[in-house]
């Protein structure tokens, strides 16, 4: 397929892009940028006019739960990447914690077998840290790796081992891959479901405090500076996250971060009662957390914006704060709230938004995108930031419907999702 994207505003982070052109793309990569007049169109071209709208390198999301194989009653490839795509996501990285764990070469190519039967956009497994995700026993990350797994993690739990992390990391260094990490003390957690402090005493619930968080990030820290592998902390959440991270890169150390739109969107504050559409992990924090969290984006302190898409059932969701899983979606939001949230607070600039989704988690998994260049694979996004609208839980293609969104009026709309120039994801108005 080739197209002729016309009167668009280039957003493009890595050639400081920020202009309106047309981009012309032949036969899935980019093959012109510029003003192209109509005898430089292949006849057969599909026209699309971006007036109005900005046209960026697609987003990668470095962090979802696709759940299939063993959960496919919360999620399938199919359906996890189609909300992908609907986010403006033209490639996902899903964590291990599946069922068996993807925790070995065969479980990565079958993997990579479904995506390729199943998704329109690009799929990066991520391989466990450990066999059966249990912490006793180091993966075949090399295998892994052979076999197309991008990164390591043991996502849903922190490897509690630090001797047989610190081996983890090393294999991962050795290999070139990043080390995703969830960072949580699990001899802390308890029966914790929400953040600890006033909020959770009103609503009669057990705590998690920040510590839960910071021990594992600044032992993971540690950790990376001795090995020399590449750390990724996922769902930051914490103002001491922000800070240990700021310090670290100072060191020179290889430390990146990622905070998830609920993370800055939202405070345990706005949890109106017991309901489970609240309860993520690591949880809903303070005004404090939020504001640093926020600061830590704008200066580039925390590079990428991820969504850490947990779909569940519906009736798993209806239980108490205290006995229901962990987890939102996310993928179908993410771009607005960003938008809402970071863009028109004046936190982030419309390229520095681009670059927090797009062109960063590129480069931190070490994979192709993250920028238009003639030549460069037509993963794009076509995306306005000023249209209002509703969040609708009900128009979620994702089976997951448990988010905390419902309902709030965002603004910035996806448009067009293209991967290798076709068009994977469409907006049509809803009647």
């Keep these: 397929m080739n197209l002729w994207i016309k009167n668009g505003h280039l957003l493009d982070p890595a050639n400081r892009c920020d202009e309106i052109c047309d981009i012309y793309v032949k036969e899935g990569k980019v093959a012109g940028i510029g003003s192209l007049s109509s005898d430089e169109k292949m006849d057969g071209a599909i026209v699309i006019d971006a007036s109005g709208k900005y046209v960026m390198p697609g987003f990668l999301d470095l962090h979802v739960h696709l759940r299939e194989p063993g959960f496919e009653y919360k999620e399938t490839i199919k359906t996890g990447t189609a909300a992908a795509a609907k986010g403006g996501f033209t490639a996902v990285c899903p964590m291990p914690n599946t069922k068996p764990p993807a925790d070995c070469p065969e479980m990565i190519r079958k993997i990579r077998e479904i995506a390729e039967r199943d998704s329109k956009i690009h799929v990066y497994p991520v391989g466990a840290v450990t066999k059966g995700q249990m912490g006793d026993e180091i993966t075949d990350i090399a295998g892994m790796v052979k076999a197309g797994a991008k990164a390591i993690s043991e996502d849903g739990k922190s490897v509690m081992d630090a001797a047989l992390y610190r081996e983890a990391m090393k294999e991962a260094a050795k290999a070139g891959i990043p080390v995703l990490a969830h960072c949580e003390d699990k001899n802390m957690v308890g029966g914790g479901a929400m953040n600890a402090g006033a909020k959770a005493d009103e609503l009669g619930l057990c705590g998690i405090t920040n510590a839960v968080e910071d021990v594992i990030v600044a032992r993971d820290i540690l950790l990376a500076r ?59 924090r303070s005004r404090e957390d939020v504001d640093m969290l926020c600061q830590g984006l704008s200066e580039g302190v925390m590079e990428a914006i991820s969504t850490d898409h947990a779909p569940h059932g519906e009736e798993e969701k209806k239980k108490s704060m205290a006995e229901a899983p962990f987890g939102i979606v996310g993928s179908e939001t993410a771009y607005a709230l960003a ?57 979620f293609v994702s089976k997951g419907k448990n988010t905390p969104f419902h309902g709030k009026q965002v603004q910035g709309r996806v448009f067009y999702t293209i991967v290798g120039g076709e068009i994977v994801y469409q907006y049509k108005e809803e009647k």
């Design 226 to 284: 001795e090995t020399g592998a590449r750390l990724h902390l996922c769902h930051c959440s914490t103002k001491d996250s922000v800070s240990m991270i700021r310090f670290a890169k100072q060191e020179g150390v290889m430390v990146s971060g990622e905070v998830c739109p609920h993370h800055f969107a939202m405070t345990e504050d706005e949890i109106p009662s017991d309901d489970a559409n609240y309860k993520m992990n690591p949880p809903l």
């Design 339 to 395: 938008v809402t949230y970071l863009v028109k607070k004046g936190y982030l600039t419309p390229m520095q938004l681009v670059e927090r989704m797009s062109t960063n988690p590129c480069r931190i998994l070490g994979v192709p995108g993250g920028s238009l260049s003639v030549g460069m694979p037509a993963d794009i996004t076509i995306a306005d930031m000023d249209t209002c609208y509703e969040i609708d839980k009900n128009t």
